[in-house]
């Protein structure tokens, strides 16, 4: 089932299908190949001699919907619009998105349900209310996949999809980095601070990585790595107890300001 219709303003990646001599004509990969418009103007920033010397029939763009009008299902894009940083974000959540329903999609079919492709659907878009990338869901499931049964995703289709993530995907590399505020007004205090960041970094093991380095005194970072998020998790919250204790048993102040998670994808995803 295609998404519903583009909105104003939105951004959506267009594949160009014919270039002419005011615009160009592209299809919304994400709406069902629905067409689209991008007026000449709107190619690119100043003055075109030759449309295609900008973009070419098969290119993949991304473009900001200028107008939509869902009655005369006509839709006008912009690519003038869109920063560099911009497309290539979306680009790369569209290609996240199309590589998470395709493997939803193959697991369907081959546990043989009536219809996979509404199936596979139906999934993402449970996954999509919990997750902003069902790639990162799958990509959990790879060490926890009883996650799929949040989703309410089908016996069948599981016995099909996590042989199948865990044959296709890799794990990513969990990231988990605390912001702390360390404190001492000891003569030494500089000193204790280092021992204490020392101690708690000394917390290791071979499946995870922990550093520690400074955001600019009294603010310092406890980085830590791995391929396991529940070992990141653990890890981070054993490694900054370690080291408030440490500051605090000096008679130094010490508090975590902030929390971050974030993953690392391995190319092959």
Do not use: C
Request: hydrophobic share 40%; charged share 35%.
């Amino acid at each position: 089932m295609p998404r519903d219709f583009p909105r104003r303003n939105e951004l959506v990646v267009a594949t160009v299908k014919r270039v002419e001599e005011h615009g160009v004509i592209a299809t919304l990969d994400e709406y069902d190949g629905l067409e689209a418009y991008i007026p000449r103007g709107h190619v690119a920033s100043g003055r075109i001699k030759d449309i295609r010397d900008f973009v070419k029939e098969g290119d993949r763009v991304v473009g900001r919907v200028i107008r939509a009008n869902r009655a005369r299902l006509q839709v006008d894009l912009s690519l003038r619009y869109v920063g560099k940083e911009q497309a290539e974000k979306k680009l790369r959540e569209w290609k996240e998105r199309s590589r998470a329903l395709s493997l939803l999609k193959v697991a369907a079919s081959r546990a043989g349900v009536r219809d996979p492709e509404s199936v596979a659907r139906q999934i993402l878009d449970r996954i999509e209310e919990s997750y902003e990338s069902a790639l990162d869901a799958l990509e959990d499931a790879i060490s926890n996949p009883e996650l799929l049964d949040q989703f309410e995703v089908p016996s069948e289709v599981v016995e099909q999809l996590v042989p199948l993530i865990r044959e296709q995907l890799k794990p990513p590399l969990y990231i988990k980095e605390v912001t702390l505020k360390l404190v001492s007004l000891a003569p030494n205090g500089v000193e204790i601070i280092r021992g204490a960041l020392l101690k708690g970094t000394s917390i290791h093991s071979e499946k995870v990585a922990v550093e520690a380095f400074t955001a600019g005194a009294p603010r310092y970072v406890v980085r830590v790595s791995s391929r396991d998020p529940s070992l990141v998790r653990r890890f981070a919250t054993t490694v900054t107890k370690r080291i408030i204790e440490e500051v605090r048993r000096a008679g130094g102040r010490a508090e975590v300001l902030a929390e971050r998670e974030t993953r690392r994808r391995t190319a092959e995803n």
